[in-house]
């Protein structure tokens, strides 16, 4: 059975953008930091997104055609498109990218038989749509990149009223200041 992974970029007050909606302060811009979550995020057989946070990967459909390019850039760019894309959306009209379906609404038991019959673990991205996985018990492991500023306000990377009991599978530094937390979900807690 797939794993379905959350995994975001976040301040460290846990913030994925300000409150004007900035968020370049998660970009990894560091290229150590860059050298390990390119390959590492783009692992992820399956995409579960919402329409905004989708709206801003699809950047990676057409990334290969930029200039000056890295190759860990174009590498991330080839693992981004042939990875299947499913885009929770009621405004989105058709796919921006490749290898790409909308949903309408989010149906915990469509993505159960995804996991059930996934060769591959799958992410899912964008705060409010994995706040539903969340609440619903879906998501196996949430694993943050934290970069050490604080915004003071914004769009949480994490749910309201949801009590989870984790456990840390790993952590990783970085000398920019950035962490990576990689967290198994054991169980909701009441």
Request: proline share 4%.
């Amino acid at each position: 059975m797939a794993k379905l992974i959350y995994m975001m970029n976040t301040s460290l007050d846990g913030y994925i953008e300000d409150e004007h909606g900035n968020f370049g302060f998660t970009a990894p811009l560091d290229e150590e930091v860059k050298a390990w979550i390119f390959p590492h995020a783009s692992s992820f057989r399956t995409s579960l997104y919402g329409r905004r946070m989708y709206e801003t990967m699809v950047y990676w459909e057409t990334a290969h055609t930029l200039p000056l390019q890295t190759k860990l850039g174009l590498d991330f760019a080839k693992q981004w498109q042939a990875a299947e894309k499913i885009v929770y959306s009621r405004t989105l009209a058709e796919p921006l990218s490749g290898n790409t379906r909308i949903e309408r609404s989010f149906d915990p038991d469509a993505v159960r038989k995804l996991k059930a019959n996934d060769g591959g673990d799958m992410n899912i991205a964008g705060p409010e749509l994995a706040a539903h996985a969340i609440k619903a018990s879906l998501v196996d492991e949430i694993q943050l990149r934290i970069s050490p500023v604080i915004v003071g306000g914004g769009k949480r990377c994490l749910p309201a009223g949801a009590r989870l009991d984790l456990e840390l599978l790993e952590e990783r530094r970085f000398r920019c200041g950035d962490i990576f937390l990689r967290y198994a979900v054991r169980g909701q807690s009441k």
